[in-house]
């Protein structure tokens, strides 16, 4: 073949190569799919990051998983906000979380829960040992030979 003929292949597989030198040639595309624009292409190219990250397995746990999805709603919000096209909605969220008012309400919260934990040990340790001393006052009782007498409230 010389070096100077255009060159074209099968139309039925969808291929051609340009006539002149100096044009493009077209490659393969599937049938009735338009091709991508600058636009489209140039903003697939601003969300590869995240679309390309390597997604881990989803958690075994509810909380994980919870976890999982913040980390990704986060993600979004911080692309958002660097083409600058976050809404008011997502900037006033993302300042409110950031507040220290919040991280007090959060270490409030988590105080609470361990105090109520603590006071659920101590009522179930309260029993026990309510329950040992009764036994013991029943085995001295026994050992000095009087009949053990059974009080009721």
Known sequence: MAHNQPVVANRREGMTQSMESNQESLVPRKRGRPPKTQEAREKDRQMEPLISRKRG????TLEGRENQLIALAYDVAEESL?????????????????STKVELEKE?????????????????????TTELYEKALDAM????????QVYED
Do not use: D, M
């Open 108 to 128: 409030k919260l988590r105080a609470e829960n361990e105090l109520l934990k603590a006071k659920v040990e101590a009522l179930k340790n309260a029993e026990t």
């Open 57 to 60: 397995r989803p958690a075994k």
């Open 82 to 98: 660097l083409n600058r096209t976050a809404s008011s909605q997502i900037i006033t969220e993302l300042i409110h979380r950031g």
């Open 141 to 148: 009782r026994s050992y000095s030979g009087s009949s053990v």
